[in-house]
């Protein structure tokens, strides 16, 4: 038994890298089970967004096997706010039919007050303090530039195989810079 029922993992994950999976090793550790909800799933071929969220759900159960369940959540345009806690809840409960008790994520300023407001929801928050100096901008530079060293220093090794398809992609979406998500 572990000590909370259902975590809340939310996050754009452009590319997946060892950062997204000390969040989620984490949560899989103090969970029964892990929502992780892929933001701005709408969108793909931007060089902001150029994954799908199919391929980036596919990278995530690739590397997370343990009690993980992946959602799509679409980018609505309210911004980082309460507003937007309040959407990724209900997105939430209509996806699993029940409400988080722990939300875990990398240390943001601006997730703090994100469900402070939301009606009925009792959740704790652990942040997670950033321990890889590795953002899934500069993985996606790493890739335009063919650099699978430097990719491969930051990735979960589960994914070492993948790396010419996700060059691919990520350099078909050079130069798109048209963009929906906040």
Request: glycine fraction near 8%; hydrophobic fraction near 35%.
């Amino acid at each position: 038994m572990r000590p909370y029922r259902f975590g809340l993992i939310l996050g754009r994950f452009q590319t997946f890298h060892n950062g997204h999976k000390q969040i989620m090793d984490t949560a899989a550790r103090l969970c029964d089970t892990v929502g992780v909800f892929i933001g701005s799933a709408q969108e793909s071929g931007t060089e902001k967004n150029p994954f799908t969220y199919e391929q980036r759900r596919d990278m995530i159960l690739k590397v997370c096997k343990k009690r993980t369940e992946v959602y799509p959540i679409v980018d609505m345009g309210f911004g980082n706010n309460a507003k937007w806690g309040e959407y990724v809840i209900a997105r939430v409960r209509e996806c699993c039919g029940k409400t988080p008790d722990l939300f875990v994520s990398g240390r943001e300023e601006r997730r703090v007050d994100w469900f402070d407001s939301v009606e009925d929801v009792c959740m704790a928050e652990l942040y997670i303090p950033k321990t890889i100096d590795i953002s899934a901008s500069r993985m996606r530079e790493y890739m335009i530039s063919g650099d699978f060293d430097s990719w491969k220093a930051f990735m979960p090794k589960e994914l070492w195989g993948d790396f010419k398809q996700l060059r691919e992609t990520v350099a078909a979406a050079c130069g798109n810079k048209k963009t929906d998500s906040i």
